[in-house]
Each structure stands twice: as C-alpha cells, then as structure tokens.
C-alpha cells in the first residue's frame, strides 16, 4: 500500500498551462512518476516544447493547443485524452490579474480577469468532471493562491476569483465525490515563474514579498510539483474538497516585526 503512493504508472494526467511556469513543472513531474502527459496551453508552439522536453528525458507526452476560456475546446481536449485510454489527472494552472484599485476597474478588465480565472476554470471542472463522473475515478488539481484568503490593495478582483475557485472546488468535490472523483486545490504563494517578472524587476518589492514569508525567500515553481503529485496520486486517496496551501508560512505568521521574547 505505502510503496509507490505517489506513482502516476498507467495514468494519463492533462496539465493545462504546461507551456511555462508551474505548469510546466508540473507536466514534467507527472511524466517523472510515469503519467503519459497531455500538455494543453494556449500557446501551442511552448506546449509542444515542453512535451518535448519529457519526451527527451524519458516520458510520454503530447501537446495541444488549449485556451479554457473555449467551453467547445475545453470539451473536446478532455474527450480526446480519454478516447485514447482514460482522463485521471487534470491540472490547470493558468490565471490572470490586472493589477488596480477597484474604484479603477472597469468593466472590461472585470470581464477578462474573471473570464478567464472563474468562467474558465468552471469550463475545465464540468469538462473533466463529466468525463471522470462517468469513468467512475479521477483527479481534478485546480490553482487558487494565497490570495483566496489574503489580499493587498490593487488585488481585490483577482482575489475574488482566487477564493472562488476553492469554492468551486469544494462545491463538485461534495457533487463528484459519489461517483469516485477527488477534486482539490494548491494555494501557491509568492513562485519566481515568468508571469512574476514584474515584480522581481522591481527589488525592493521582490524583496519585500521575500521577507513576508517564513523562509524569507520566494518559491520555485518546481516547489509546486510536490503538492500537486500529492492530490494527483494514490497519497491523497481520501482527500478531497481541500486546498493545500505552498507558501512559505505566508499565511501561518502576522506582520514583518519580531518583537523579543
């Protein structure tokens, strides 16, 4: 029972935003523990890249062009991973924010931040859902963030969305759970991928998202493997509806001061 927990053998995992970033490291770690890996990304061409990379370093992979915000598309990508076998993992990872006060936003940007964050990934757990309810078994891996419960000024939009994928997640992890489907989420702190280039361009901000956390350092999106194989395998058989939150401490401690004690 214990040896191999967190083995992908004979599995096949679809990992959405696997063209960079924790996507990508997240693919590569599915294939390591033996899934044959569909990278799905809206960029087709860092897809193909990234399969290929497994490919070259002894996996299975595939690659598709993927956008979630596409319920057709979402659909069909799913139908197509499980014609071949069957649909066991499902990871997505991509997000958006546009960084603004709320008495700022408008309308436009409220659409595109929540089309994508909430409407896409609602499209991505019926898709998947459906597929697994019927299949009898299998793993659902959404991203949410520290910011599900955590928020800064300039954040409130994406934090919305953030908390209400974990709703979401709880929500078809209670309507799935019967039909043998686990559904869970990772809360990823501050991660040093591409998509954060902003702010490490910017020291004292990188630097001060460093200090706010326990190891006073940001998190590599390899780091995120972990607790994704984890929901992913047999090692999390009896988790479900939860979300596991990588984040350095970000959320366990208060404020920056360390008075004496």
């Known amino acids: 029972m214990i040896d191999g927990l967190f083995r992908l053998d004979d599995r096949s995992a679809a990992v959405i935003g696997a063209g960079a970033g924790i996507g990508e490291a997240v693919a590569r770690g599915c294939a390591a523990q033996g899934a044959a890996v569909r990278c799905l990304d809206i960029d087709a061409e860092a897809a193909e890249r990234t399969a290929a990379r497994i490919r070259d370093e002894g996996g299975a992979a595939s690659s598709g062009a993927l956008d979630i915000g596409d319920r057709a598309a979402v659909d069909a990508a799913f139908d197509e991973v499980a014609d071949a076998g069957s649909l066991d993992v499902v990871v997505c990872t991509p997000g958006i924010n546009v960084r603004k006060p709320l008495l700022e936003y408008t309308e436009e940007e409220f659409d595109r931040v929540v089309g994508l964050n909430l ?81 490490k361009a910017k020291p004292d901000w990188y630097q001060a998202y460093a200090d706010r956390t326990i190891f006073k350092r940001w998190a590599s999106a390899e780091e995120m493997v972990g607790p994704t194989l984890f929901l992913a395998s047999d090692a999390s058989s009896y988790v479900t509806g939860s979300v596991v939150f990588a984040d350095g401490g970000w959320t366990a401690v208060d404020g920056r001061f360390e008075p004496s004690l």
């Open 119 to 199: 409407k896409g990934n609602l499209h991505v757990l019926q898709a998947a859902g459906r597929v697994m309810a019927e299949q009898g078994s299998g793993s659902i891996i959404l991203f949410s963030s520290i910011r599900s419960i955590v928020v800064e000024a300039g954040q409130g939009i994406y934090a919305a969305t953030k908390a209400g994928i974990v709703q979401m997640v709880r929500a078809l992890a209670a309507e799935l759970g019967p039909s043998g489907v686990r559904v869970n989420a990772v809360a990823p702190g501050v991660v040093d991928t591409p998509l954060t280039a902003q702010i």
